[in-house]
């Protein structure tokens, strides 16, 4: 039996895939721990998941206007792709119970480093599009986020990285 730890958060069509992977690991006989906004613990239903909420309580329902996108992407890129909170909550998780390998969100690219920096082996879990994260308008929005993830990655012991995908491509395996 592995211990398997995901990292996902509250987006519309990133926790389908997931669970679905979670449940199939636990199927498995495997011991999987899920992280996550405690909005999702409902969702998780009964997949044979342990679930670890993450402290960061809010996150779509801390907005003031659901409707503004501009406010949507901001808060994004700065709760869940790049924010400290998932960040320290993983690296607090990982430090108190070891997981054999680590699935992270690929939008969480902070969170892909804290796994990255364990030494566990780490997958990105893709929702999307792969090609969406190798050039276009979702990779514009995140590059201001470039700078952010690798003074993280600089405190963790990594390299510094010249785009985004760098990061997943440092991953042992893209699950798309």
Known sequence: MSRFLIATW?????LPPALGIARTLVERGHDVRLLGHRTIAERCGDVGTRF??????ELWDAMDDPADFE????????QVAFGSAIVDDLAKELNR???DAVLVDCMMFTA???A????????????????LFRG????EMFTPGLAVANARRAELGLPAVERLGDIHDACACSLV
């Open 136 to 139: 276009g308008p979702l990779v």
């Open 112 to 114: 892909i480093d804290v």
């Open 97 to 99: 119970e070891p997981a």
């Open 71 to 78: 406010a949507e992407i901001r808060l994004l890129i700065d």
């Open 10 to 14: 509250d987006g519309a069509g990133n």
């Open 116 to 131: 990255l920096a364990s030494g566990r082996p780490t997958a990105a879990l893709f929702h999307t599009s792969y090609t």
């Open 52 to 57: 670890i909420p993450l402290s960061q309580d």
